[in-house]
């Protein structure tokens, strides 16, 4: 099954958001410190009304855990710079990690060049990113259409 990373998340509205997608589309979500909020936010709670409650995700410690937790699976980053792969030109595999960055600064070199790929939506000249809990949004909905794993209706 796809499931959804978030790495070293900054703002709590997007960590909510992001939760209450994966619990309506039964998505898994890990969680990967350190937060730039506490977790029992307000505003995370708001953003991911009582979604939260029904979400499958986990709060892994550190990218170093994550990686080695998921060695056997590939991490796909969602990327917006220096990436030359468009997000529905790359073939999702089942087990396929899906990665967004920290709002605040994406992600640490080091850490993007151990993901298995990166993919970069499409956008506009001189835009420099698209919202982080959208963007996953975008690119999991490419993913689950390859598959055909949307939740039945």
Known sequence: MISLAVYHP???QNTGTL???ASCLGVHVDLIRPFGFIFNDTKLKRAGMDYIQTADYEVIDSFE???EKY???RIIAMEANNVSVAHNGFRYQDGDILMVGSEHYGFFPEDLSRCSAM???P???GRRSINMAISAAIVLSEAMSQLNIFPEL
């Open 123 to 125: 956008m506009v000249k």
């Open 71 to 73: 060695q056997n699976r």
């Open 19 to 21: 939760l209450r997608l």
């Open 119 to 121: 993919v970069k939506i």
């Open 10 to 12: 900054q703002i709590p």
């Open 65 to 67: 855990i994550f990686l």
